[in-house]
């Protein structure tokens, strides 16, 4: 699919990763799957290619670049190679995002190096069994004792829950009428005492991204480790998150891009009645009408990247991308397998894969019904 939105460095990095996947993730991706997780020390090799730190200034052990555009070229290939690395986009484009903007000079500076090196790797906690999207909702409590800390309540459905080392909890530091007031962040290092790890979860789809439940005992967390200003955490959200579902709606339009190119392919070659399907005036009609939504999300994916590099991208905006994106994808993920017949039921052909990795994305990153309460706040309703 065509789109003006990459320089040359863009593409210089995208071969970059392109060699890095090919020879290190693609073989040993069906054993990951297997496994339900990526193996930590995976994650220092992107590391040593300087693959998490991009976005991070030099003197944090980061390449200094602005542009979100990088991960935009990182989605873009796996998407190409069929392979995920588990929590390593939360890492690179959350977690390290909220230390860099929210943190001080002196948690910059003790945790960054370590995670752009990767070898120390973050996940972020926002979700409760009780809560889902209602960020507001969260039980989740830390009180002040002294010079810490004392976090006490559990974490659901954390990207990279089991392989994180550090862990930005979000927890409810004072009460208020408004739920919304009282939230704060706190860095919990994953070897505290009263620190645990539950199952990895097991999901219908992205199998190698390990999804974990945490929780938290009377963990003593130290007061340097509040992250940002007391009572701000849902401010810090709803900024970020607009990074979050930008990332979203990115992954589900390569997603969709590949399964129609993919679907293209197949249909020629495979033949049904003495013909080839793609000759049958089902198939190019309904592989049209995919190109025609791909080729929609493509165009309002690339303005709001635009909008987003310029800093002028709103949450409602975001919104908007995520749900149009995210529903394409699972519409023409859909009928991409119907194409393929049985064969689109066997978890041996990619699109099998990809229609049960796909539906998370209506659901991650707040559910799309949330997303359209956003985009009727902004439109006056």
Not at 313 to 338: F, G, H, P, W
Request: aromatic residues 8%.
């Amino acid at each position: 699919m065509q789109t003006s939105i990459y320089h040359e460095e863009h593409e210089t990095f995208r071969q970059s990763v392109r060699a890095f996947l090919e020879k290190e993730v693609v073989p040993r991706f069906p054993d990951w799957e297997a496994a339900g997780c990526v193996p930590h020390e995976v994650y220092q090799k992107l590391g040593d290619l300087g693959m998490l730190g991009l976005r991070v200034p030099v003197e944090y052990g980061g390449g200094g670049e602005d542009s979100f555009l990088y991960s935009s070229v990182w989605s873009e290939e796996c998407s190409r190679a069929g392979v995920s690395l588990g929590g390593a986009a939360t890492h690179m484009n959350l977690v390290i995002p909220y230390i860099l903007h929210q943190g001080t000079e002196e948690q910059r500076k003790r945790w960054l190096p370590d995670m752009v090196a990767g070898r120390r790797m973050g996940a972020i906690a926002m979700t409760e069994p009780g809560t889902g999207s209602d960020l507001a909702g969260i039980r989740t409590t830390a009180r002040l004792e002294g010079d810490h800390w004392v976090l006490s309540g559990s974490k659901t459905f954390i990207t990279g829950g089991i392989n994180a080392d550090l862990v930005v909890v979000v927890a409810r530091t004072s009460e208020h009428a408004n739920r919304r007031v009282g939230l704060s962040l706190l860095v919990v290092d994953a070897n505290s005492e009263g620190f645990s790890r539950g199952r990895n979860l097991e999901k219908i789809g992205l199998k190698a991204t390990d999804t974990a439940e945490l929780f938290f005992d009377d963990v003593a967390v130290p007061v340097d480790h509040l992250l940002g200003e007391e009572g701000q955490a849902f401010r810090y959200l709803a900024h970020n998150l607009v990074q979050e579902r930008l990332g979203i709606a990115l992954g589900a339009q390569v997603s969709a891009e590949k399964a129609l190119r993919i679907t293209v392919s197949y249909v020629k070659d495979r033949k049904a009645f003495g013909q080839p399907v793609s000759s049958f005036q089902n198939t190019k009609f309904k592989l049209a009408s995919c190109h025609v939504e791909v080729t929609a999300g493509r165009a309002l994916l690339d303005q709001a990247m635009r909008a987003h590099e310029a800093g002028e991208l709103t949450a409602a905006e975001a919104s908007t991308v995520k749900v149009y994106c995210t529903e394409m994808q699972n519409r023409v993920i859909d009928r991409c397998l119907q194409l393929h017949g049985g064969y689109g039921f066997m978890r041996e052909y990619e699109i099998a894969r990809m229609y049960t990795d796909s539906r998370i994305s209506r659901i991650y990153g707040g559910t799309n019904e949330v997303q359209r309460v956003i985009i009727a706040k902004a439109l006056g309703l």
